[in-house]
């Protein structure tokens, strides 16, 4: 499997025989991928600026297409205060012998019940820009230790892409978390689940 970075919230997870796409706004300039792609939305209001056909994934539930299979679990908004409700969705990702979570702009606490139905987890895709707009720094790390996943890639920070709100450069993150940070340049391959490291490291991508 390869992951690779796209600017704000987007990743491109790509194996031989499938291909997901995650958050693939108008900002990340992503070309269609056509109805071969899976494409996560993390927030409802995303699918409105995006290009983007092929099996679209926007709320809970359970999916699966091709070898990839997909759980959507109701969450909190970042933003929102708890009286809206669960209006965004994270993800539990599976493809390529891999899990992945991707946790969108989401509030600073999952519960228990949300964070039972993510269940154990290899890579954790988790923006960190803050700017009221994500989570910040502090929260992102909390919530990290809380999953305890082997890999965190860091998205939506100040890594070129137009925001609407200033966002934190990654090294705030990477200070703050006080892990293993390693430049893994625009992307990186995943051949066997046992290359990835024990404890929770930064892997760091590029937008490509």
Do not use: W
Not at 13 to 36: A, C, R
Not at 140 to 159: E, K, L, M, N, Y
Request: proline share 4%; aromatic share 8%.
């Amino acid at each position: 499997m390869e992951i690779e970075y796209r600017g704000a919230n987007c990743i491109v997870f790509k194996t031989k025989n499938d291909i997901v796409l995650v958050d693939p706004t108008s900002n990340t300039g992503l070309k269609d991928y056509g109805e071969k792609a899976i494409v996560l939305f993390t927030d409802e209001k995303f699918i409105d600026e995006t290009k983007q056909s092929g099996f679209i994934i926007s709320q809970p539930g359970e999916y699966e297409k091709g070898e990839v299979s997909v759980r959507g679990i109701a969450v909190r908004r970042y933003i929102d205060p708890e009286e809206y409700g669960k209006q965004a969705t994270m993800y539990r990702v599976e493809l390529g012998g891999v899990r992945v979570a991707v946790l969108g702009h989401i509030t600073n606490t999952i519960d228990e019940d949300s964070f039972e139905a993510l269940g154990v987890v290899d890579i954790v895709i988790i923006p960190v820009g803050d700017g009221g707009y994500t989570l910040d720094a502090k929260d992102a790390s909390a919530i990290i230790h809380q999953i305890g996943p082997r890999v965190v890639v860091p998205t939506h920070f100040d890594d070129g892409t137009k925001y609407e709100v200033p966002q934190n450069g990654l090294e705030t993150f990477v200070k703050e978390f006080g892990g293993l940070c390693e430049d893994k340049g625009a992307s990186f391959k995943i051949k066997n689940i046992e290359e990835l490291p024990e404890g929770p490291a930064i892997y760091s991508l590029i937008k490509s």
